[in-house]
């Protein structure tokens, strides 16, 4: 958990330092990827496509709907467990968690991680 809460905290410095380079998830969409979470992403899937490929489709496009949608139920979702700040939540899906940092100023969300629940 220790080491978890590490990689997430790096990739928040890193947004906040704009050290590094937050791709869209869309282009033209109000939500940036951590190169944490696309990693973490590629490794889930490849995870579940070894056991059924069907359900690694189907994970992915029900995570792509929750993730279009996040900004309507924002409210919804409880702060980060990895975090004390208001403005950082836990989207819990199929097992796995992901991390989202809420920028009110530039009203963009990141995406910091995806992890196994």
Do not use: C
Request: proline share 2%.
């Amino acid at each position: 958990m220790q080491n978890r809460k590490l990689q997430l905290h790096k990739e928040l410095e890193n947004y906040l330092d704009k050290s590094t380079e937050f791709l869209p998830y869309y282009p033209g969409m109000n939500i940036l990827t951590s190169t944490l979470y696309r990693e973490q992403l590629k490794e889930v899937l490849k995870l579940l496509e070894k056991d059924d490929l069907t359900h690694a489709k189907s994970f992915e496009l029900y995570l792509d709907t929750i993730i279009i949608n996040m900004h309507t139920k924002v409210k919804k979702y409880k702060q980060s467990i990895y975090f004390d700040n208001e403005n950082i939540k836990d989207i819990e899906n199929q097992g796995y968690t992901i991390t989202f940092y809420i920028d009110e100023k530039k009203s963009l969300y990141i995406l910091l991680g995806l992890l196994k629940s």
